[in-house]
Every structure is written in C-alpha cells, then in structure tokens.
C-alpha cells in the first residue's frame, strides 16, 4: 500500500510504502475513543466567532491603552491581531 502526506516542518510531500497492517496500525491512534465527541467548527473554534471574538479584543485593548497611555499594547497585540 502506498499513501502521501505533507509534511508540517518542511512543506514537502512523503511518500511511504508500506502493509495494510503497518497503515491501520499508523491510523489507529487518531481515532476518538468512544463516546468522545469532536467539535471543530463550534463555539470559539467558528470562523465567524473567532472574528468577532478578535472585534471585541481589539475594542477592550484600544479601551485599556485609553485609561492606562503608558500602558504597552505591543505584546498584547501579537496575539490579537488579525
């Protein structure tokens, strides 16, 4: 059996050859356990929440650096901004 993946580091793509047995035992361990259940799509993980989530960090950030002027918003922003 052949099979491809990407690889994260070096963008590259893997090529690997092996059993149907070697793949089964390299898939196994992504599956959830039963009655595990996944969300990826919801709640803060929404592309729409994310953005508004990023709408009112901003807005809370700008009021900060109004009450506090000395205050440095340059760390904060790295993880803030869009």
Known sequence: MTFWYKDTLTSEKIVVRCSALDFISYMVPHIPPKGLQIVRYAGLYA????????????????????????????????????
Do not use: G, M, W
């Open 47 to 82: 592309r729409c929440v994310k953005r508004r989530c990023l709408e009112i960090a901003n807005a809370a950030l700008e009021a900060l650096h109004l009450q506090i002027p000395l205050f440095a918003l340059d760390p904060l922003l790295k993880f803030v901004a869009p």
